[in-house]
């Protein structure tokens, strides 16, 4: 089935999810495409679309069950289950990763946290117990993780990346600032507020007209530029 | 010129930005656009399509010039000014961005900071002083800010983002667990680790059937389910 949706309608279930949720906890049973389309800033149309992919048909002038399709986008995600994942690099970043509450509740667990420091490694972080990166492997292979976050400098990420996928992880959540090459059937997303940031100022500058002597002195020539 | 340029080519220009620095820092002066397309990913035909929008053409049998490629994609990106940026929430994860080191070399530098807790403000994270929420509005207008971080509770967020869009924020970088909605003209995106985790969990749980018992005991049925 996968193969036959839109990497884009895979990336709106968990809004979908989301919205649901909120509706379910609000008692709402049944909710139209339109009703749902407004929850989540899309036509109906799209909305029809969407969970046609599914198998999912709202009923004409009735809509769809909320608790139902809930639970089938649930299991359509995968997320019946609960997804043990490794974390590999414990600086600032990783910590902040590690005693990030959203997690857990969502289905996702750090189980095991990696780093090459011996300064850091048999420190604990929350509940969480910090080995060092020569044993990655072989946890990953003894315990069956699909899932991998990586918080590493950029420069050893793609190193990490490697040795991940030869032990059987299929899905990174990367946060190291580079672009992971990794074989067919991995997936992975980077989560990169700089990239982020860098494609929202290409419609701010368009907008303002960056050339204006005004803008100019207000943002000020970057002194310490990368270039 | 924007609106003619499909997102999907912007949102792969910061990944162009950092394999042209990097190949500038290892002294390659021309690409080919084989060798950009294996830098990033990408194919000979994707390289050349993605900066014909921008009216370059590397020369035939030459190459791209990769100082001058860099600093038109730079200008194109308006990364060559620095932009002052506002952050609202200061949690853990507040703080966490304002001491993450990578935003500021990449000319985003954090401004200002703003909590609704009377514990917070006044406090001072690195050389961020943290303000009242009620000062928001204000201090946006009178600095002319175009670009605001949000990292507060989802169920505060959608307040946030609109008294932010009233006070003349263009760009949000959203951390909060909710889809903002924005009139047109304001641009938004959000950093969601469990989005991304459960978009991922799509394409896992298919190729390992998820319905086996051994994939089942493995991983547990979620007993803290959110449904």
Request: aromatic share 6%; no cysteine.
């Amino acid at each position: 089935m996968p193969s036959e949706i839109p990497a884009v309608v895979v990336d709106r279930l968990p809004h979908y999810l989301r919205a649901l949720r909120i509706l379910l906890d609000d008692g709402v049973e049944v909710i139209s495409s339109r009703e749902l389309g407004e929850a989540l800033g899309a036509t109906p149309a799209q909305i029809r679309k969407d969970l046609s992919y599914f198998g999912r048909f709202g009923k004409q002038g009735r809509g769809y069950d909320v608790a139902a399709l809930l639970s089938d986008l649930t299991r359509i995600l995968g997320l019946e289950y609960a997804w043990p994942v490794v974390l590999v690099g414990v600086g600032r970043l990783g910590r902040a990763i590690i005693t990030y509450p959203g997690l857990t509740p969502e289905g996702f667990h750090v189980r095991a946290a990696f780093d090459a420091n011996p300064r850091i490694v048999g420190s604990d972080v929350d509940s969480v117990h910090v080995r060092p990166t020569s044993e990655m492997e072989s946890y990953i292979r003894s315990e069956g993780i699909d899932i991998a976050i990586i918080a590493t400098p950029g420069d050893v990420a793609q190193d990490v990346v490697n040795r991940l996928v030869a032990s059987g992880i299929r899905g990174i959540l990367n946060y190291a600032p580079m672009t992971p090459h990794v074989p067919r059937g991995v997936t992975v997303r980077t989560i990169d507020p700089v990239q982020a940031l860098q494609t929202m100022t290409f419609y701010l500058r368009d907008s303002t007209g960056q050339d204006d002597a005004a803008t100019r002195r207000k943002r000020g020539r970057r002194s310490n530029s990368r270039r």
